[in-house]
């Protein structure tokens, strides 16, 4: 089974970046079909940001991030990133990247990811 690890949160005022990095060991991220990115802030479910097919580079994302975060991966460094423009107070979470495992009625279940990394805290300040 594949261990995730993330870095590159910490503390940036609102309108600032981050670079969120996923680094995978044991497995290769091609040995499965897509990665994610999700992220919990306190008091709340676990919720979708980002996904990307490994083969095919193909992204999606939540709409809450759509046209403000980037999705990409490099295949040589086994590793995924997450690219965060335009930070607001809300994006605060901590960030958690995964592995699909399955398939259910719904693209952005959680449920349906596994091998879950740590976490990494993203504070926007206001």
């Known amino acids: 089974q594949v261990q995730l690890v993330e870095s590159g949160g910490g503390l940036v005022q609102a309108g600032g970046s981050l670079r969120l990095s996923c680094a995978a060991s044991?497995?290769?991220?091609?040995?499965?079909?897509?990665m994610g990115w999700f992220r919990q802030a306190p008091g709340k479910e676990r919720e979708f940001a980002a996904a990307i097919g490994w083969r095919d580079g193909s992204s999606y994302y939540a709409e809450s991030v759509k046209g403000r975060f980037i999705i990409s991966r490099d295949n040589a460094k086994n590793t995924a990133f997450l690219q965060m423009n335009s930070l607001k107070p809300e994006d605060t979470a901590v960030y958690h990247c995964a592995v699909r495992m399955t398939y259910s009625s719904r693209w952005d279940d959680p449920g349906d990811f596994g091998s879950w990394g740590p976490g990494t805290q993203v504070t926007v300040s206001s």
């Open positions: 044991g497995r290769t991220f091609s040995d499965y079909e897509e």
